[in-house]
């Protein structure tokens, strides 16, 4: 499975952005999809998931109500919607695919990785 992450840029505080992810190869095995961020100096830490079929959906404290995971199934896509950003939300944004039931947050179930893509917001 290859995952091909984009949409990242500059923004101010309050902004939106929309982030995609493209997965190709061996994809019918994945139970849910996700989406995790690292900033410099810090973990990797999980922000979204959804579930790859039924789209059940879970959120990390941090961006509940902010931001928002979709799914594409006939374009085998995932998005991440993410509105009235705050400077504590740069980081780089990895998405990965998961073959472990759902739902997880754990970063050790997630086997496959996008190449991450940068989100900067300036105050």
């Known amino acids: 499975v290859q995952l091909q992450a984009s949409g990242g840029g500059l923004v101010q505080a309050g902004d939106s952005l929309r982030l995609s992810c493209v997965a190709s190869g061996r994809t019918f095995n994945m139970y849910q999809m996700g989406w995790f961020r690292q900033a410099p100096g810090k973990e990797r830490e999980f922000v979204a998931a959804i579930q790859w079929t039924g789209g059940s959906t879970i959120y990390a404290d941090s961006v509940k109500g902010r931001f928002t995971i979709s799914v594409d199934n006939a374009k085998v896509a995932v998005y991440l919607q993410m509105n009235s950003l705050k400077p504590e939300d740069t980081a780089i944004y990895y998405c990965?695919?998961?073959?472990?039931?759902?739902?997880?947050?754990?970063?050790?179930?997630?086997?496959?990785w996008g190449q991450g893509t940068q989100v900067t917001v300036s105050s």
């Open positions: 990965a695919g998961s073959l472990v039931l759902w739902p997880s947050k754990v970063r050790s179930d997630y086997a496959y």
